[in-house]
């Protein structure tokens, strides 16, 4: 099963904002809208037009969850 399967991008972010903070996730993917006045809504809107960023938050996120004992439903 595709661990991406039916998650919004939105939904991705929220959960790596919540494990990580804003500053652990600027730490793991250097870009700039996680590291200078980070929101969601300014990362959704990065991520949308930069393919290469949001496939590295997008494996970010499925290493995340298969370190997780509860990973998100």
């Known amino acids: 099963m595709d661990p991406l ?3 919004t991008l939105k939904f ?10 804003w500053e652990g996730l ?3 993917i250097r870009i700039n809208c996680f590291a200078h006045e980070p929101s969601i809504n300014s990362s959704l809107t990065f991520l949308r037009k930069t393919d290469w ?7 970010l996120y499925i290493k995340a969850i ?5 990973p998100p439903k």
Not at 12 to 21: N, R
Not at 53 to 59: C, F, L, P, S
Not at 66 to 70: L, N
Request: aromatic content about 8%.
């Open 5 to 7: 399967e039916g998650k």
């Open 12 to 21: 991705i972010i929220e959960y790596l904002v919540d494990k990580y903070g």
């Open 26 to 28: 600027a730490s793991r």
């Open 53 to 59: 960023a949001r496939k590295k938050v997008e494996n």
């Open 66 to 70: 298969r370190m997780d004992d509860h």
